[in-house]
Each structure stands twice: as C-alpha cells, then as structure tokens.
C-alpha cells in the first residue's frame, strides 16, 4: 500500500464500487481483483486514482458485523455498529419471526437492540405495542413513533441515535426510509407504497446506505453526530451461521435458564426437567420465541 493511502469509511456498496466518505469528498472506489466482501460501515484505506475515484487498500478489522446467511452464503448488512434499531410495524403486517432473528443476530454479534414500533398513527399499533411489551421485559429498549407524525414525536428517537452508528432493520414497509427521512432531511431516500403492496417480493430500497444525522442546532455547528444506515427490507433472516451454543445464548429468556435444566446438556426440545420448557408452558417465555429456537436447533441437526 502506498504511503499515500487514505482512511474513509464506506457510506454505500452497489456490486464491484463502493462510496468511501472520508471526512471531505465521497469516494467511488473499486477494490483490486475481485474481492467485494466489503459492506457499509466498514473502514478502509484507499488511494486516490482520480479526483474523485480509487481504489480500496485495506479493509480495516470490524469491530462487529451484523448478516445473515442461508446454506450456500452470507449476506452482509452492516459493520461496525453501535446499535441496530429494529424496526417493526402492525401495517402491512407484524412478523415476529423476522422480530426474533434479528434479535438473535445482533444478540449473537453483540449489538446493541433499540426496538421501533413505528405507524403510530395507525388504529393497528396500540395492539402490537402491547404484545411487545414482552419484549421490554426480555431487556431490549423499546419505543413507538409515528414517521409521519411531527418531528418533535420523534425526539426521543433522535436522543437515542445521538454520537451513535445506527442501523435501521426490519421487513419491508415498515418505515425505514420513511423514518431515515424525517431525520436526515436531505436523504431523499425513496420510500414506497407499491413495494410490498403489490409484490412481497420488490423492496423500495435495495442497498444499504449511511447518512450523517444532522446536529440539533446546537453551537456545534453543522457537525453531524451520529450517523445512521437505511437497509433493505429482508423478507428472511437466515441464521444458519449460528451454532447451537450461540442460538441458546441469543435468547435472553434461555440464556438466564442455563444449568437450570435435569441434563447438562438439553437443547430445550422435549427433555423430561426442562427448566425452559417449564418456563414457556408456565408463561414466562412467548410460545413464538420457543418455536423459532426449537427451529433453529432442528435445522443444526437436519
Ligand atoms: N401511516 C403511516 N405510514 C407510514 C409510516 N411510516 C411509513 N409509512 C408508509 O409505509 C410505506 C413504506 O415505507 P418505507 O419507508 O418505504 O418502508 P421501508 O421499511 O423503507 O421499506 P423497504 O425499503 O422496502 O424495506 C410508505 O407508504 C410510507 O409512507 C407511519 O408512521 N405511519
Ligand atoms: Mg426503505
Ligand atoms: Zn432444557
């Protein structure tokens, strides 16, 4: 690497050419040969090739990844995180499965979890905002906001976005953009109504994206603080790099029932004295939660 190699960070990836943000300019980089295992987030060294265009050095060591993966390969969504905002709504509808994988995967990455109940303004929401209080019990901090209400009802959003990296997850429709938006108003990140009304299977993003929160009209300045990513809305989250150690230490409701069980080494399937069983049919753990782990484990040993 030349000793004129510069620091950025990667704001955007679209196949082979990467936006690289290094304080001044952003950067479109490519990397030499044809590794492209580089995500938003990440921290690089490049060297310039033109006034505006270069080339990626050097992938710099992640403090934490968030992906997901099926069987044949990793699909990455973020890197060095601060948090990831979860976010979820009861339109067009709620699926706690996706809920609860990407629980699991920011738990088994070590990511801090800030759920988002977002549509508030919907006669839908009150419903599910109940049933998430679960969720709060478990320990993930949670709020409910409306992306079309007034920014002020976003503020306490914004507080806990402040000095952070952020990134926004959840399905598709639920107000991610919507949300990026309203924070960063010249994001002008494409929102939709068709995405998911007409085909599950289009997205209205379809590639992860990082912006600068803007200041709060302090004396700072327009010194941004924090930053935030938009990604695509996932339909799956595959969780098929995960160990069976790692699944049982992703669920806060099982990882405090460790040792607790007859057998050292029961998988909470159907062992006679299992103490997380008799947790879930003594209603202190969602049945959904016990039926997304027991997959996940069936799917270790098929
Ligand atoms: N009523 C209501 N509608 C909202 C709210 N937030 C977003 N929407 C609408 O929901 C639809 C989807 O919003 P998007 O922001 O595109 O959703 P997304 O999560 O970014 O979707 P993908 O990019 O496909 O992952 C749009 O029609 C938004 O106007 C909200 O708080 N209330
Ligand atoms: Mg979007
Ligand atoms: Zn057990």
Redesign the pocket.
């Known amino acids: 690497m030349a000793d004129s190699a510069r620091a950025g960070r990667v704001v955007a990836a679209h196949g082979r050419h990467f936006l690289v943000d290094d304080g001044e300019n952003i950067v479109d980089c490519v990397t030499r040969g044809r590794k492209s295992d580089i995500v938003c987030g990440d921290q690089v060294a490049f060297n310039l090739t033109h006034a505006d265009s270069g080339v990626i050095e050097k992938v710099e060591a992640r403090r934490n990844l968030l992906y997901r993966s099926d069987e044949f390969r990793s699909k990455l969504i973020a890197a060095n995180l601060d948090q990831a905002v979860v976010?979820v709504?009861a339109?067009p509808y709620f699926r706690e499965e996706l809920l609860i994988r990407c629980l699991v995967a920011c738990e088994s990455a070590d990511i801090p979890v800030l759920i988002v109940l977002?549509?508030?303004?919907?006669p839908e929401t009150a419903a599910l905002a109940r049933h998430l209080e679960t969720y709060a019990q478990l320990g993930y901090p949670q709020i409910t906001?409306?992306?079309?209400?007034e920014m002020g009802q976003l503020a306490e959003l914004r507080a806990h976005l402040t000095d952070k990296t952020s990134v926004?997850v959840?399905?598709?429709?639920?107000?991610?953009?919507?949300?990026?938006?309203k924070l960063v108003p010249d994001a002008n990140?494409?929102?939709?109504?068709i995405?998911?009304a007409l085909d599950a299977g289009?997205?209205?993003?379809?590639n992860a994206r990082l912006f600068h929160l803007p200041g709060h009209g302090n004396s700072s300045g327009d010194k941004h603080t924090g930053d935030l990513i938009?990604?695509?809305?996932?339909q799956e989250f595959g969780l098929q790099h995960l160990s069976q150690a790692a699944l049982m230490d992703a669920f806060p409701e099982i990882r405090a029932r460790a040792g607790q069980c007859r057998f050292y080494n029961c998988r909470h399937l159907k062992e006679p004295g299992c103490a997380v069983l008799a947790a879930a049919q003594a209603g202190d753990m969602l049945p959904n939660r016990l039926r997304v782990y027991q997959n996940l484990i069936g799917q270790l040993s098929s």
Request: charged letters at 15%; glycine letters at 16%.
């Open positions: 976010v709504a339109v977002n549509k508030s303004d919907l906001v409306s992306a079309r209400g926004l959840g399905g598709s429709g639920v107000g991610k953009s919507t949300l990026l938006n990140a494409a929102t939709g109504e995405s998911y289009k997205h209205t993003t379809t938009d990604s695509p809305g996932m």
